[in-house]
């Protein structure tokens, strides 16, 4: 396709076909988007013959010809004489609007009822949710149609693995950055087509972009951009090529002794800069990092989020430290009508830290843990220890082992605890170990190549 549009773009350049009137100036005789292809043209019907034989030498090349049942042709602001003098060439005619990638398409701006069937689609498969809501629903119940309590606020979901949350990005932020990124290409010399059509159409010359005001006539997007300029100021820097005024000069010398930049020939260049870092160039990953909000690095992530970990393990692991998992003295905080009792023993209240640490039940899996790994660890007290703990290295128990293991009995409590509440289905702590068990060994085993768990098997089948 490249060879097509070079042999293209060479017809348009030496006059055989002549641009269409809006983008003569731009140069633009053609988008390709995929295998298909956009040609603008004057409706003349010499231009349409210099197309349809550039279509044919391609064709003789390449072997690819194009399809004249999927092409069409859409014409505008024509005489009936010069209409009839290129629909002779066969092509079937078609008029605006169309549904290209599932949007309409067509030769004007779209007005709101046009947008309609859109609006009423994308409404109907969302109804009033957001997609971040859609997503948390997701999260929660692993379907979108049911709506079970999110464990832990999406704010909270969306920070990095470090700082607590899931590493996921919040929408608005994103979009915030790479609305940043459309500021970016219009100071930057990227040659993006997008800024070239606006500086075109819209006589907009980047130096006033900061001194602009927002009026009406503008379109959505590009008040949306106007609005970003103080957020944006904070990224972008200018190197003056040279200086603007004599006073400016005069200042330069004052201030500095040494060479000035005064090659009038070069242009002004713009930088990206995030920290005081130029990115040469444009970078989301980073620009993302300074917008998100954030929190504090959490000491208990390491914790949570290693390689290597089993994902659902580390999941139940992260709503158990952030103490969101929906205990029964939770919920009667929250004021439901239900017995605070601890499901597994029937006798203590069920808070975390009694339903996964020292609730008898739980004891007993951990005591046959210990007699594995660290006989001399006494039970656990308090969450902070078992965390303490994981970090801990020792020869017979390498932090890797305790953490993996940690993961494993905490999801593995949960689990039957809500398989007992929910199902009525009891299994003794020895059953639950042994099931731990085989899970560790096929863990270790399915990781053997790496490092970091070489010597697992060793320390853990003692
Ligand atoms: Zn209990």
Not at 342 to 349: E, G
Not at 409 to 426: A, E, F, P
């Amino acid at each position: 396709m490249e060879v097509f549009s070079k042999l293209l773009q060479s017809r348009y350049s030496s006059g055989y076909i002549a641009y269409h009137p809006n983008t003569s100036e731009l140069d633009i005789s053609h988008l390709m988007f995929a295998d298909d292809v956009m040609i603008f043209f004057d409706g003349m019907s010499s231009s349409l013959h210099g197309i349809n034989e550039t279509l044919d030498d391609f064709a003789g090349w390449s072997g690819l010809h194009m399809n004249k049942e999927k092409t069409e042709l859409f014409m505008a602001g024509l005489s009936l004489n010069e209409s009839a003098s290129i629909a002779c060439y066969g092509f079937p005619i078609g008029s605006f609007p169309i549904r290209y990638l599932g949007l309409p398409l067509m030769s004007r701006k779209l007005r709101i009822n046009e947008y309609a069937p859109l609006v009423e689609k994308i409404s109907k498969s969302f109804t009033t949710w957001s997609i971040e809501s859609l997503c948390s629903r997701f999260l929660w119940s692993g379907t979108i149609d049911m709506c079970n309590k999110a464990k832990v606020a999406w704010s909270t979901v969306c920070l990095p693995k470090a700082e607590g949350g899931l590493g996921l990005r919040r929408c608005i932020d994103w979009n915030r950055v790479l609305n940043l990124r459309l500021i970016w290409l219009l100071f930057s010399s990227s040659g993006s087509l997008w800024v070239a059509w606006h500086k075109h159409h819209n006589h907009n010359d980047v130096s006033n972009f900061w001194m602009q005001s927002e009026s009406n006539s503008q379109s959505w997007t590009w008040r949306s951009l106007l609005r970003l300029r103080p957020l944006a100021g904070k990224f972008l820097r200018c190197t003056l090529a040279a200086p603007r005024s004599e006073r400016a000069l005069a200042l330069h010398i004052f201030l500095s002794t040494i060479a000035l930049p005064l090659d009038p020939l070069k242009c002004d260049s713009y930088h990206w800069y995030v920290k005081d870092q130029n990115c040469h160039g444009f970078s989301a990953a980073k620009t993302w990092e300074i917008v998100r909000p954030r929190e504090a690095e959490k000491s208990w992530s390491a914790s949570v989020w290693f390689k290597g970990a089993t994902p659902r393990n580390a999941f139940t692991m992260w709503i158990a430290t952030l103490d969101r998992l929906p205990v029964r003295s939770r919920l009667v905080a929250w004021g439901l009508q239900v017995s605070p009792v601890c499901v597994l023993c029937s006798s203590q209240p069920e808070s975390r830290d009694h339903l996964m640490l020292s609730c008898h039940f739980s004891s007993t899996i951990w005591r046959e843990v210990m007699a594995r790994i660290d006989p001399s660890q006494p039970d656990f007290s308090s969450w902070t220890g078992l965390l303490t703990w994981t970090c801990g290295n020792s020869n017979n128990s390498p932090s890797m082992l305790r953490k993996l293991v940690t993961q494993a009995v905490v999801n593995g409590i949960w689990k039957q605890r809500n398989n007992l509440l929910h199902n009525s289905v009891s299994v003794t702590p020895l059953c639950i170990f042994r099931d731990l068990d085989r899970h560790i060994i096929n863990t270790i085993n399915a990781r053997r190549s790496r490092r970091d768990f070489e010597n697992l098997m060793s320390h853990w089948l003692r």
